[in-house]
């Protein structure tokens, strides 16, 4: 078999477990994965748009040992609308936004309404503040929780000297294979939260534990009074 071969050639390895319904497990099939997903993708959508079956599209996503051709990748990435590099982790250890500009990139503001869209209910953002020691940015895990953002630090840290301080908090996105993106600007109040309800709240709503580890119990909320955004469309 060729790797340009079509959809009704493409090789489906065998398995020797039942994988329907399985979960991405190497590195490459997480990355396919959460590349369709962002597209609102299904698989058998981006195995058409790939030229491929899609039980191999499965076997990619889902045996950790796969390594698919060159071709296989390249048709994988045009379908993603990303690149080659992207999806075998390439550029990992990259910043975003190494690509070259579009030729005629179009840059408008975004609404508050989509900013908070953007912002969805978590992820990981930029806290700008400043310290005893000077001007810090520093990356959080963050949540949206009624229509502010919270986090969880440690005492002693950078970001546990926001409380009682006016800060910026930033979240933005990248897409280097389209040279598009956006950024969402959150300014307002920090304060540490210690009341045992809200707390507990906070506990249950929260996405997930920062990625750092370690006891990080301690709570900020940022209250809004400020939130912008920018876009870059090709």
């Known amino acids: 078999m060729t790797e340009g071969a079509s959809a009704m050639t493409d090789p489906t390895p065998p398995s020797t477990e039942n994988t329907a319904g399985a979960s991405p497990r190497g590195d490459l099939g997480r990355r396919i994965a959460r590349r369709r997903k962002q597209l609102g993708l299904t698989r058998e959508e981006t195995a058409l748009r790939a030229g491929m079956a899609p039980g191999y599209l499965r076997y990619l996503e889902e045996h950790p040992g796969a390594a698919p051709g060159q071709g296989v990748l390249l048709r994988l990435a045009g379908a993603l609308g990303t690149t080659v590099s992207e999806l075998a982790g390439g550029d990992a250890d990259l910043p975003p936004g190494t690509e070259q500009a579009a030729p005629r990139p179009v840059f408008t503001d975004v609404g508050t309404k989509e900013c908070w869209e953007l912002?969805?209910?978590?992820?990981?953002?930029?806290?700008?503040?400043?310290?005893?020691?000077?001007?810090?940015?520093?990356?959080?895990?963050?949540?949206?929780?009624?229509?502010?953002?919270?986090?969880?630090?440690?005492?002693?840290?950078?970001?546990?000297?926001?409380?009682?301080?006016?800060?910026?908090?930033?979240?933005?996105?990248?897409?280097?294979?389209?040279?598009?993106?956006?950024?969402?600007?959150?300014?307002?109040?920090?304060?540490?939260?210690?009341?045992?309800?809200?707390?507990?709240?906070?506990?249950?709503?929260?996405?997930?534990?920062?990625?750092?580890?370690?006891?990080?119990?301690?709570?900020?909320?940022?209250?809004?009074?400020?939130?912008?955004?920018?876009?870059?469309?090709?």
């Open 119 to 234: 912002l969805a209910t978590h992820g990981v953002g930029r806290l700008a503040l400043s310290t005893c020691s000077g001007l810090v940015v520093v990356p959080v895990n963050y949540s949206v929780v009624e229509d502010a953002i919270v986090f969880r630090t440690a005492p002693g840290t950078a970001p546990a000297q926001a409380p009682g301080h006016q800060v910026a908090f930033e979240v933005d996105r990248i897409d280097d294979a389209l040279s598009q993106g956006w950024s969402v600007l959150v300014r307002g109040r920090a304060r540490a939260v210690t009341d045992p309800d809200a707390v507990r709240r906070l506990e249950e709503e929260a996405y997930s534990r920062p990625w750092a580890g370690g006891k990080r119990d301690m709570w900020v909320c940022i209250d809004p009074d400020l939130v912008t955004g920018r876009r870059i469309t090709v």
